[in-house]
């Protein structure tokens, strides 16, 4: 499988060393939230990968359903649990970090898992600042650049069939919703194969610690982000 390098797997569970995950992030998804750095003090696994890790060990299904309870951090044992419609990932200690449910047929095809696996996380990694920054341009808030704080909360995958071979993501829909500092994501997005629609997707984060919009401060955060995007991209 294509993730097979950023995860390390013994008999009954999977875990990741820093570097796994961060060079996941940079490489694969493109995506430079500073929590995925290597020397980062709140470093965490991104979501994408393991989401990806579901699909490479359990198949893709018809519907999907995946919220994120947990940051997962280097080292952390996730106990991998019998194959079953309700999944949860949990540590030796007994702490839920993923929940996934799971319905319809299910396919072990690994082109297929491969391929979804790709297109959504290449999809995923655009989120910023390509769909977050004009989102939040509108309603007049941004980021904090000193304290980035992206979290991603939960994902749904409905497929209305699997007898597919290769599908590409197009963005749906994107709506934000603002309370004082935090903020609420919901971006949607379809599955297509052969210039047909075969399912549909939606994907919610969590932002907080939000400010006041300032043109200055958010074009110089965008330049810091860019350069930065330029000296870790693999």
Excluded: W
Excluded at 8 to 32: C, I, P
Excluded at 33 to 50: E, I, M, S, T
Excluded at 75 to 92: K, N
Excluded at 169 to 196: H, I, M, P, T, W
């Amino acid at each position: 499988m294509i993730i097979d390098q950023y995860y390390n797997q013994l008999q009954d569970s999977v875990s990741f060393t820093r570097e796994q995950a961060s060079t996941f992030a940079k490489n694969m998804a493109q995506d430079f939230n500073p929590l995925h750095d290597v020397d980062a003090k709140r470093f965490c696994v991104p979501g994408d990968l393991l989401f990806s890790v579901i699909l490479a060990r359990y198949g893709i299904s018809r519907h999907m359903a995946f919220v994120f309870s947990g940051m997962v951090v280097d080292g952390i044992e996730l106990l991998l649990p019998q194959p079953s419609e309700e999944l949860q990932l949990r540590d030796r200690d007994g702490r839920e970090y993923l929940s996934v449910k799971r319905s319809g047929d299910t396919s072990d095809d690994a082109a297929l898992i491969q391929n979804v696996t790709q297109s959504y996380v290449e999809f995923s990694g655009q989120t910023f600042p390509h769909i977050l920054v004009p989102l939040l341009t509108e309603k007049s808030v941004m980021i904090n650049p000193d304290r980035p704080i992206v979290i991603y909360a939960s994902m749904v995958i409905d497929l209305d069939r699997l007898d597919i071979e290769r599908v590409v993501l197009e963005r749906d829909y994107n709506q934000l919703e603002v309370n004082g500092k935090r903020g609420s994501v919901e971006l949607a997005f379809n599955l297509c194969a052969e210039n047909e629609v075969v399912g549909r997707g939606r994907k919610h984060i969590v932002l907080s610690g939000l400010r006041e919009f300032d043109e200055k401060a958010n074009l110089d955060a965008l330049a810091r982000y860019d350069e930065r995007r330029r000296n870790l991209a693999g």
